[in-house]
């Protein structure tokens, strides 16, 4: 893996400085790539600047971070910016975490004395890479970690338009007649009271001479009526 695997972490917030010898980049940088994507932040040497002084910007960076990631082999223990960042860091009483990307068992030039009682994961004895970093994570600070953006809040939905309701003119009541109230009344109490009873004696009207008898209430009424005077009905 000859490219970078992203752009080193600059900044205020807490991150890990990663120190490692170039010739295992191979395998380095698959593994930083990863922690990087899970959200870690993580600063190597690639990310200094032309113009700046190589040991000014390691030392500041170092000095700044709150975790030492060391990527150990024996190639990396014959490498002499490798031990001095070790150095360093175990001088200053910052954490370190190594990762042995092979086994290493012989660390000389002080190695062995600053590295004395610090934890090492062993990268070259998983087989499982979910199991490697799930053990490597435990040995990072979260604080490194990039917070989580925070979702954009939705859009306000707008109130829908009251509708007006026109009030309708009141509807007019119809005029009931007396002849048709009348026969109202006669039908609602045989209605109520079903009870059969005696036909009322018709008495006709003065001075009428001819007469007809209703069919409904059997009332006499005169000829010349087009109701009955009783209950109403339409002769």
Known sequence: MSELPFVPYEGPEPYIFVSYAHANKDKVYPIIKQLH????????????????????EVQRHLENATLMLLFLSPVAVERKNVRSETQ??????????????VETKELKYGLALWLSLTQR?????????????????????????????????????????????????????????????????????????????????????????SCCYCGNCGAKNPANNNYCFRCGQYL
């Not at 175990?90 to 990762?99: N, Q, T």
């Not at 045989?190 to 018709?202: A, F, G, Q, R, W």
């Open 121 to 209: 994961v062993l990268f070259y004895s998983y087989t499982d890479e979910e199991q490697f970093y799930e053990k490597l994570q435990k040995g990072l600070p979260k604080k490194t970690m990039r917070p989580e953006p925070t979702p954009e809040p939705l859009p306000a939905s707008k109130p829908e338009p009251k509708v007006k309701l026109e009030k309708s003119a009141p509807k007019p009541v119809p005029v009931i007649s007396d002849s048709f109230s009348s026969r109202l009344r006669y039908n609602l109490t045989n209605m109520l009271d079903p009870s059969p009873k005696p036909k009322p004696i018709p008495i006709l009207p003065p001075n009428t001479e």
């Open 88 to 101: 360093f860091a175990w001088s200053k009483d910052i954490p370190i975490l190594c990762v042995d990307l």
């Open 37 to 56: 994507e899970m959200g870690y932040r993580l600063w190597y040497d690639e990310g200094i600047k032309p113009g700046k002084e190589w040991g000014d």
